[in-house]
């Protein structure tokens, strides 16, 4: 009982009941002894019950074993049948593994021989080159001291250079064995050569440099690179090539000093000298450089320019000199920046005193350019074949040598100095020449514009294409700022003043529109005594150059367009020779992009002084053309409309007096300004009759009459100009299809869905309005619409 109350009966019967289905004879003892201590019956029937399970679990295993007979009986026959194949491939595989050992035994010994003769071999070249050294030794210390006697000393430097090129090793070796007293005899004597033939070739070089004698020079100057003296060979033939480099550059300037004013070069002639100079050195770097690469090999092409670059410098200093002495250069930037800043007395120097001067600056520095871009090419080239396999590191280093050969050189630093003062005066000889246009303005009978429109854009261009054939961009960048702030300042605020004026009207205006006006008007002006005293020529002469104004602001801001694209393309092939870089042609585009907005700022006030005109000269006219419209009734009859198609009443009149008015603006005005004008005119009359036709009365013969003085005043205006003008007329045009409806109703036909591809500009409210002005429509009718 007491075993019946464990944990193990509770969970389903003793530990000994759950053990393998497959085996139960081995479990029967234990079942059977764990049975019989089994006394409640409820223990007893769930043993029972397991018993049971596991009788059934085994019964299934079994008859799956047994359904499996017949596959195991014949994987088993296949066994069989395999068993002798086994055996052979037995055999077989020992018979391939003894192969295998025997394979491998044979190799280690063949490899291990292998081994030997490669030892060997190298153990024979070894000796093979050392005695070739011994031997090259031999035949060098020979061959020198033979070079020497006969003076011979380019062969004497090859054997020298064939010695140096020896294994220092090997040759440490050879005076370790044997023949150490030899070896060492030949040493002492070939280093002894060595010394001597470096004084001796170097003295001579020397000696061949102060003579001038180039044959020699280039003779030693190809020794010097075999006996590893490659600095001072390049120093000493640099040093000849200055010499005679400085003798032709003092003897340029020299000319250039003595030269006669009057000559056709004379105004460049210390810009031809600079040229003369960069040629030079051009030319012997053209010249010399085939020399260098092969006897010295690359990359030292740049230790021969800097020499050469230093001499530059200083003859090229000496001309600018000259040239700032001569041209008093220093002293017109002086009185330039004075009158920039308005600084100490008044004194102003002559623009044309400045143009000569300001393109000879712009030469100098143009050639100056090409010079360095011409070194840089060469260099760069030089550098490049021994870049292809050097590390990062040397080749980064390359570069910023060259970058500071060519930046840091006094050649630049001078051009800079002298572009410097050249901005300065450049932009002054802008505005002052751009002043004298303005006072010097003339516009001829039968011309749109005035003369000063092209005078100015004429000096601007001049100005910075003077600035872009220096070859800086940074001075290019400068001009076309300053370009800009004479348009944008200077310029544009003349033509403001004279817009500023206005268009003049006057009672002798209205004269020439008619004889009735023009009386009631004169008479009233007597009245309050208001009469102007300005002129007829007076008045013409205003109201001429207020219109010439307007095409000049015109012409302004498509000369800066046109400008604009012209520098655009100078620039583009500018850039395409290889002047500045990225950033530099970035920053002029920056600028030239700056001129869009100048060109934008004259259209903004050619529209100012249209809308000022359109006020002044179009609006006071055309607003009582429109008010009589008033005076000419639209309830109209049969008969009355009759005679109205007889005699038209209102429109025909209309038409008369704008094309008088317009003729003048037509025949002074340019084509796109005559449209706009005509275009602001338009807008004019449409809102005028708008708000004239709600003042009216009209009948459905009299909204037919309205309808085709609305079609004639249209068709008018669209034969006048060549922009459309319906748009502008819309509403009108669907305020007179209302005013012809038969019924109110009907307006639904043309409202909402049913309107189709008419788009309606007027409200439900202003329809209605429209609708309550026929007299026969009753406002019942139009109240019950649902629009």
Request: aromatic letters at 6%.
């Amino acid at each position: 009982m007491e075993e019946a109350g464990s944990p193990a009966h509770g969970r389903g019967g003793p530990a000994g009941l759950s053990g393998t289905p497959g085996d139960p004879a081995g479990l029967s003892a234990v079942r059977t002894e764990t049975i019989e201590t089994l006394t409640e019956l409820e223990d007893l029937e769930r043993v029972y019950a397991q018993l049971c399970a596991e009788e059934a679990d085994v019964q299934r295993q079994l008859e799956t074993l047994a359904g499996q007979q017949s596959n195991i009986e014949t994987k088993m026959l296949v066994l069989q049948r395999m068993g002798p194949n086994l055996q052979l491939i037995e055999g077989d595989a020992e018979q391939l593994s003894g192969m295998i050992n025997f394979t491998c035994s044979l190799a280690e010994n063949v490899s291990s021989k292998v081994r030997q003769l490669d030892l060997t071999k190298q153990r024979l070249y070894q000796a093979i080159q050392r005695a070739d050294d011994i031997l090259d030794l031999k035949f060098c210390t020979d061959g020198v001291q033979t070079a020497m006697r006969n003076q011979d000393y380019e062969q004497a430097a090859a054997h020298i250079h064939r010695y140096l090129s020896l294994d220092q090793s090997v040759i440490e070796l050879s005076r370790q064995g044997g023949e150490s007293t030899a070896v060492d005899a030949s040493l002492a004597l070939l280093q002894e050569a060595e010394l001597n033939l470096k004084a001796l070739v170097t003295k001579r070089l020397e000696e061949a440099v102060a003579t001038s004698d180039l044959p020699q020079v280039e003779r030693f100057f190809k020794i010097l690179p075999l006996l590893g003296l490659h600095e001072q060979g390049l120093a000493q033939f640099s040093q000849y090539l200055c010499s005679q480099l400085a003798c032709k550059a003092e003897q340029n300037l020299l000319v250039a000093s003595g030269s006669d004013v009057s000559e056709r070069r004379a105004p460049v002639v210390y810009a031809d000298t600079l040229t003369l100079l960069l040629e030079g050195i051009a030319r012997i770097v053209e010249t010399h450089q085939p020399i260098v690469e092969t006897y010295y090999g690359p990359g030292h092409l740049y230790c021969l320019l800097t020499h050469l670059q230093r001499e530059c410098d200083a003859q090229a200093q000496k001309v600018v000199d000259k040239f700032i002495q001569q041209r008093d250069y220093r002293n017109k930037f002086q009185v330039v920046q004075g009158s920039i800043m308005r600084v100490g007395p008044a004194e102003k120097i002559e623009p044309r005193e400045l143009d000569p001067v300001l393109c000879e600056v712009t030469l100098m520095n143009s050639r100056a350019e090409l010079y360095l871009r011409f070194l840089r090419r060469r260099i760069a080239a030089d550098f490049e074949v021994i870049d292809a396999a050097a590390p990062e590191s040397l080749v980064s280093e390359h570069q910023q040598s060259l970058e500071r050969l060519l930046k840091d050189c006094q050649l630049s630093r001078t051009m800079q100095e002298l572009i410097g003062f050249y901005i300065p005066m450049e932009e002054y000889y802008m505005r002052e020449t751009v002043n004298k246009a303005v006072a010097m303005d003339t516009a001829e009978v039968g011309q749109l514009s005035s003369s000063m429109v092209d005078d100015v854009f004429y000096i601007v261009k001049k100005c910075i294409s003077r600035a872009l054939a220096s070859g800086s961009s940074d001075c290019v960048c400068a001009m076309i700022n300053h370009a800009i702030s004479v348009l944008e300042t200077d310029f544009r605020e003349v033509l403001v003043c004279k817009l500023r004026a206005g268009y003049p009207a006057s009672a002798l205006h209205d004269l020439q529109r008619g004889v009735s006006s023009a009386v009631s008007l004169m008479q009233s002006s007597l009245q309050h005594g208001k009469i102007q005293t300005l002129g007829i020529e007076s008045q013409e002469q205003a109201k001429s150059t207020y219109l010439v104004t307007l095409n000049n602001v015109e012409m302004c801001s498509e000369n800066i367009s046109t400008l604009k694209k012209n520098l655009e393309s100078d620039c583009a092939r500018l850039f395409s020779q290889g002047v500045g870089s990225e950033h530099a042609q970035a920053k002029i585009d920056s600028c030239l992009s700056d001129l869009v907005n100048t060109s934008s700022k004259f259209k903004d006030l050619l529209q100012e002084g249209l809308q000022d005109l359109n006020n002044t000269a179009i609006k006071p006219q055309v607003k009582p053309w429109i008010t009589n419209f008033l005076s000419v009734s639209h309830n109209i009859e049969e008969g009355e409309f009759s005679e109205y198609e007889a005699n038209d009443p209102w429109v025909q009149q209309l038409v008369v007096q704008l094309e008088q008015l317009m003729s003048e603006f037509k025949a002074s005005l340019s084509p796109l300004i005559y449209d706009t004008l005509t275009s602001l005119m338009t807008s004019l009359i449409a809102m005028e009759m708008e708000k004239t036709v709600f003042k009216c009365t009209f009948s459905r013969l009299g909204g037919l009459q309205f309808d085709k003085e609305l079609r004639s005043l249209v068709a008018y205006l669209s034969s006048v100009t060549s922009w459309t003008i319906r748009d502008k007329f819309a509403r009108l045009t669907q305020m007179a299809t209302i005013l012809n409806l038969e019924r109110v109703s009907e307006i639904l036909d043309y409202w909402g869905p049913n309107s189709g591809p008419l788009t309606w500009r007027l409200t439900p409210a202003e329809v209605r309005q429209v609708l309550a002005l026929r007299v026969d429509f009753r406002n019942e009718d139009i109240k019950r619409l649902r629009l």
